[in-house]
């Protein structure tokens, strides 16, 4: 998938934040790593399909670039949370991206402040802890990166789409969390 956009300012700042520093294949769509599976292997779960966003990841937040293919980014502040949201997302490749991101500085372009960081619909996100979300999901694989445990998800059963889940933990608790899909 070839991606010009984000610009080298918003990839050097999405790769700096500290939840997903050593971790940057969690949101690849903005910081265009490599999708390296080995570095954290994925957990099969059939409980996968259920576990989605509570709203449509777009609203509210502001568009900040346009790739190629079509794909569009998205970004938000919330500061009561020190956060951020993020998406990425193309109506043509049938491809979404959307992370919860916290321990984040300010993005170096002006966006939208949000009151509250998004949710699952079952109402894990940023605080949740291991056991809320594995008690969802069910066991997770967890791999230790700079002080972080980072589990990937991925649905127990091979489909025609590519999905996968990421959550990535500090002291047992969610500070990150990412979900992309594509057919």
Do not use: Q
């Not at 047992?172 to 899909?181: I, K, L, S």
Request: charged share 20%.
């Amino acid at each position: 998938m070839p991606v010009t956009a984000p610009d080298a300012a918003l990839v050097r700042w999405a790769s700096s934040i500290a939840s997903v520093r050593c971790t940057p294949a969690a949101i690849r769509p903005w910081t265009h790593a490599r999708d390296d599976a080995a570095a954290v292997a994925p957990s099969k779960t059939a409980r996968f399909g259920e576990h989605g966003l509570l709203a449509p990841a777009i609203i509210g937040l502001t568009m900040v670039a346009r790739g190629t293919e079509g794909y569009t980014y998205w970004l938000a502040r919330v500061p009561s949370e020190r956060a951020v949201e993020l998406h990425a997302g193309s109506e043509a490749d049938e491809a979404s991206f959307t992370a919860v991101l916290g321990e984040a500085a300010a993005p170096p372009v002006r966006v939208v402040s949000l009151t509250a960081s998004l949710r699952t619909k079952e109402g894990l996100g940023l605080g949740s802890s291991r056991t809320e979300v594995e008690r969802a999901l069910g066991p997770g694989r967890a791999r230790s990166l700079c002080g972080h445990e980072v589990v990937r998800y991925e649905p127990a059963l091979p489909e025609m789409s590519e999905a996968e889940l990421w959550f990535i933990y500090r002291n047992g608790r969610v500070v990150a969390f990412a979900r992309y899909e594509a057919v």
